[in-house]
């Protein structure tokens, strides 16, 4: 715990001074479709880290720099930035991994006196306006994928579902909550566990529980490790809510994470498997 504690606090995104970089319109995707320049989100993705780090950062030290800081950075953005675009579906995941980035943000500072509570509630529009209006299309149009309900890879869905969840427990929207939790537990989309996890769970070869594959598993692993880890943020936030997602479905997202690990893992330089039970999608 102290080393994640001293690397954390080693982070770039978790310096107090750091200024932020708002635009009016954050670009990812089609750079030149909307005739507003080239892409520019990954301002957005560093101020939204480093706002949550920071945030984070005063939860654990007390001193008040870290918050000001951070309150300061989507102040900042709230004053500038009116909407997401681009001629791209790519703009969905930003609308996805930075949304749930900023809603964590504002969770963890909603009680930070030197938050204004006007400054606070335009943060909140913000988030209603600009994200969550974003995730709320995607989720229920599927990315506009017409009747393939499944055109989509899950991290896609994944993203949108965490960020709804985050800035609907930050809202107190339990509209959001639940429209994720049902979307989550059966809707028809890639968000939904069956589909996350498209084939039961088998018991692993080497006699280590249970393993199951992802929809992504035989992506590159960087795309098969994004599952695993957006389930882990989406699962972890509703778990602090009272709603299991880990154990939904006898623990499938549980051999969902066993099977990633499997084939990943490199203890002493050599892989702990060098096959895997696999399932062609």
């Not at 579906?89 to 030197?114: H, I, P, S, W």
């Not at 880990?246 to 969902?256: E, H, I, T, Y």
Request: charged share 20%.
């Amino acid at each position: 715990v102290y080393v994640s504690y001293t690397n954390f606090c080693k982070s770039p995104y978790a310096q107090s001074g750091r200024k932020a970089n708002p635009v009016s319109i954050i670009i990812r995707g089609d750079a030149t479709g909307i005739g507003e320049g080239k892409e520019n989100y990954g301002l957005i993705s560093e101020d939204a880290a480093s706002a949550y780090q920071l945030a984070l950062r005063w939860k654990l030290t007390g001193e008040t720099k870290y918050a000001d800081d951070a309150v300061r950075i989507l102040n900042a953005w709230v004053d500038v930035c009116k909407k997401i675009d681009a001629k791209d579906n790519n703009q969905y995941l930003c609308a996805g991994f930075q949304g749930y980035t900023l809603g964590n943000a504002g969770e963890l500072l909603r009680d930070y006196e030197g938050w204004e509570q006007a400054d606070q509630n335009d943060f909140k529009t913000w988030l209603r306006n600009v994200w969550i209006a974003k995730n709320e299309w995607f989720i229920d149009n599927h990315g506009g994928s017409g009747v393939c309900d499944l055109h989509y890879w899950s991290n896609w869905e994944l993203a949108n579902l965490a960020s709804m969840l985050a800035i609907g427990i930050y809202l107190e929207d339990y509209a959001l909550i639940t429209k994720v939790y049902r979307n989550f537990r059966e809707g028809r989309g890639s968000g939904c566990i069956k589909n996350i996890v498209p084939y039961d769970p088998i018991s692993d070869p080497d006699g280590h529980g249970m393993i199951a594959q992802s929809m992504e598993s035989g992506r590159d692993q960087g795309h098969a490790t994004l599952v695993a880890s957006m389930s882990a943020e989406l699962c972890k936030m509703a778990w602090n809510i009272g709603l299991d997602f880990w154990g939904m479905n006898d623990n499938r997202m549980l051999a969902m994470f066993e099977y990633t690990a499997k084939y990943n893992v490199m203890p002493s330089g050599s892989f702990i498997c060098v096959t895997m039970p696999f399932t062609h999608y």
